[in-house]
């Protein structure tokens, strides 16, 4: 009875024998890409009679195969019992890798099998099928989101991978729910040369609908281009995401002060909707804030508005004041030498008359800078903060300020006035009855006087001035 190995042959009959059988079961990916790494899965039978034992398999990869780092290529199948084929025959699994810069077709992998301790060796050849790698491929689009009704220059990078150059090169790009369509030229655009391992960029104007809801968009990329090889014409179909929406604007106006409260008028202006939007004055130099500093308005859509409401107070670093003690006896005219040597008098204050007493001096009304955050989560959830600088017209109320600082000025000079008002009001009334009781009895005596003399003598000719008749 034989106990040596041998590979199958056309002998029909194996009874008395070990006939092994080896043969590629599988490869994936299958046609295998040049560059990239293959799974083999090789099938072990033993058609004989005899059972073979102690086999050794050793897959020797050559050009255009290597073996990867750390894999063994040698296997110890141990032994197979006889008539072990199909569904009973050993599986042996292996990885290779195949050159990057091979051309398609077929290539032999080799291996070798024999019996441990036997000088006997079979060697054995399985066909591989490797196509090409693309030669050229869509490697970076420089953009990954888009504003809804806002147009974009969107760049697209086709790079040669390939061992050769790359002629007449046709690039397209399509959304099939056309929400992203090109703007000022088609979708498709023409190459006419690519030396390899260069690359070109291609240009495209796009818009994103207006109306489009926020979400991720598929766009399908398509090249097709003459393979340097065959000369046919090679298609690569590949598809990317664009995202519809994201962050957006606000526009922030002052817009009054009414019963204290200084309101802003606040106003999305981009074209996606904000959601959680809060308005925050934040710690700035020149105002502070009484009472909440931050507005929560809830959602605000685009082109719509509201308004937020704040109790501002200006600061002396926004309005330049700043504060004095008058010492006693200082009087305006010094007040005026003082604004004439460069003091601390600015124009629009009123002075007041020294009393020890602390003022505080304006130096400037008008428009007043501030800066206001506003915090929202955009489409894609994200929580953005910004902050707009927003001019303030503060002229009423430093108005109304300085005219408050005259009153409180001029109120020693109105205290120093009002005993002359009184004794003039109520001693100008006095005398004018004492003049009429003057006039009444000077009347009186001429009346008597001439009565005595014309008994037709009347009150009236007292008053008109004439004379007395004669008797």
Do not use: C, H
Not at 53 to 60: A, T
Not at 146 to 172: C, D, H, S, Y
């Amino acid at each position: 009875m034989s106990t040596s190995v041998f590979a199958a042959s056309g002998l029909t009959d194996y009874t008395g024998t070990t006939a092994l059988s080896i043969s590629l079961i599988n490869q994936d990916p299958d046609p295998a890409v040049a560059g990239n790494i293959i799974d083999i899965r090789i099938g072990l039978e033993n058609i004989g009679g005899i059972p073979a034992k102690d086999i050794i398999f050793e897959l020797m990869p050559e050009y255009p195969f290597q073996a990867l780092p750390g894999d063994n290529m040698i296997q110890n199948v141990g032994s197979i019992k006889s008539y072990q084929d199909d569904d009973n025959m050993k599986i042996l699994k292996y990885r290779v890798r195949t050159d990057k810069d091979i051309t398609a077709g077929t290539y032999d992998l080799k291996g070798k099998y024999y019996m441990n301790g036997s000088n006997v060796v079979i060697s054995k050849t399985l066909p591989i099928e490797v196509e090409s790698r693309e030669s050229a491929e869509v490697i970076y689009i420089d953009k990954f989101e888009l504003i809804p009704g806002k147009i974009t220059l969107m760049k697209f990078t086709i790079n040669n991978v390939g061992a050769t150059p790359l002629r007449e090169l046709t690039f397209q790009w399509e959304n099939a729910d056309d929400i992203i369509l090109p703007v000022g030229s088609d979708n498709t655009k023409y190459i006419k040369y690519i030396d390899v391992g260069d690359s070109a960029e291609l240009e495209f104007n796009v818009i994103a609908s207006a109306t489009a809801d926020p979400d991720l968009y598929k766009i399908d990329l398509t090249l097709t281009y003459t393979d340097p090889i065959t000369g046919s014409e090679s298609e690569i179909t590949t598809k990317a995401g664009i995202y519809v929406g994201g962050a957006t604007d606000f526009d922030i106006a002052f817009s009054g002060t009414s019963n204290g409260e200084s309101s802003f008028a606040v106003s999305n202006i981009g074209s996606v909707s904000a959601s959680s939007v809060t308005v925050r004055i934040p710690d700035q130099k020149g105002w502070s804030v009484t009472g909440s500093n931050s507005v929560i308005i809830g959602n605000l859509n685009e082109g719509d508005y509201t308004i937020a409401s704040f109790t501002l107070k200006q600061t002396a670093q926004s309005t330049g004041q700043f504060n004095r003690t008058r010492p006693t006896g200082f009087n305006n005219t010094d007040a005026a030498a003082m604004k004439d040597r460069g003091g601390f008098q600015r124009s629009g204050a009123a002075p007041s008359a020294g009393d020890g007493t602390t003022v505080t001096l304006p130096m400037a009304t008008g428009n007043v800078p501030i800066v206001v955050e506003i915090a929202y989560t955009d489409s894609r959830g994200t929580r953005n903060v910004i902050q707009k600088n927003v001019t303030v017209d503060v002229g009423t109320s430093s108005t109304a300020a300085t005219a408050a600082l005259a009153g409180m000025a001029g109120r020693r000079t109105a205290t120093q006035q009002t005993l002359l008002q009184q004794i003039w009001t109520r001693g100008k009334w006095i005398g004018l009855g004492v003049i009429i009781i003057i006039m009444l009895t000077i009347v009186n005596r001429k009346y008597k006087k001439g009565k005595l003399s014309d008994p037709d003598y009347t009150l009236w000719k007292v008053l008109t001035g004439k004379k007395k008749g004669k008797r």
